[in-house]
């Protein structure tokens, strides 16, 4: 199995920047992808971005494209988002697609929030 820890959420004001931080331990090496998905107040979870393990491609929502970067160093995923809105405000989550190529380990979720 593979374990998550996120760090990095908090508040910041609209246009200002945060960096979410992904810790995985376990056996990471069975793991296909990692992402960040997104839950605003009374709706369902939502995709953010994702990076494939091995290979580093990455993909995103058409509404954080060009403002958040995806990455990941060894064993830590990383999301830098910039140039951030109200509208991102939301509990982040990372996510593992472990073993299998659908998201199936989850981590606990920060709190971001975007003040005016």
């Known amino acids: 199995q593979v374990q998550l820890v996120e760090s990095g959420g908090g508040l910041v004001q609209a246009g200002g920047s945060l960096r979410l931080s992904c810790a995985a331990s376990?056996?990471?090496?069975?793991?296909?992808?990692m992402g960040w998905f997104r839950q605003h107040p009374g709706q369902e979870r939502e995709f953010v971005a994702t990076?494939?393990?091995?290979?580093?491609s990455t993909d995103y929502a058409d509404s954080v494209k060009g403002r958040f970067t995806i990455s990941r160093d060894k064993n830590t995923v990383y999301l830098q988002m910039n140039s951030l809105k109200p509208e991102d405000t939301a509990v982040y989550y990372c996510?593992?697609?472990?073993?299998?190529?659908?998201?199936?380990?989850w981590g606990q979720g920060t709190q971001v929030t975007v003040s005016l």
């Open positions: 376990g056996r990471t090496t069975s793991t296909y992808a």
């Open positions: 990076i494939t393990w091995n290979i580093g």
């Open positions: 996510a593992a697609a472990w073993r299998v190529t659908k998201f199936n380990v």
